[in-house]
């Protein structure tokens, strides 16, 4: 797990949005470029690794650098296209292009985003980071440019906002899909779905008694 903490330096190299979104057609002073998730996410895991195992503040603050980072773009993780500017050196995440684009991204609570979040707001205690992530999955179903299911994010905002209807919405989802779980993907996230979900959300709030 140690090699893994400084796993970001490859980016001066490799750019993970070289294909889909050419640094040649967006703009970006930085010297390298991520993804807010999967590739933030996935670093600031190991970052997070890192410190829990060996009390290493370095990457502690460079988990806290990333956070203000993104809590400082003009809409939070919704800011611009998907590829953002990125600095290895501290952690840094910025962005150049079109202050007007928005975006949104499937991948971004996918593949163990969600579950590293879960772990990094307890621990950080960044209140700033905390509205900014719940913001964020308040709007996400509604700004979102797909039908990629985002359960666990409406399950997240119904459990903290103690909203029956989305906490009704998100039961609904949850069993309207539990015949149609045909492939790996579906099945998976539909189990990651049903364990969150069975947690933060207790049936007496869909009539708004739980506490």
Known sequence: MREQRDADTLLYHLDPMRLAEPRSLYPCKAPARLRIG??????????????ERFG???YRDKILTGM???TQLPDGVFTGNLAKGYDPA???????????VRTTNHLFTIMGG??????????TGDKAFEDCWLDFARRY??????????????????????????TATVWDSLWKLS??????????????????????????MLDGTAK
């Open 179 to 204: 015949d149609r779980t045909s492939n790996t993907n579906n099945a998976a996230l539909w189990s990651l779905d049903a364990i969150y979900i069975q947690e933060v959300l207790q049936k007496n």
């Open 38 to 51: 999967p590739d933030w996410l996935a670093y600031a895991g190991n970052w997070m690794t890192e410190w």
């Open 68 to 70: 203000r980072s993104i």
């Open 141 to 166: 179903k509604q700004m979102a440019k797909n039908h990629f299911p985002v359960r666990r994010l409406e399950a997240y905002a119904a459990w903290r906002d103690r909203d029956p209807k989305r």
């Open 114 to 123: 969600f579950e590293v979040m879960n772990e990094l707001l307890p621990l």
């Open 56 to 58: 290493t503040t370095t």
């Open 90 to 100: 501290t952690g840094r995440i910025t962005y150049d292009g079109d202050p007007s």
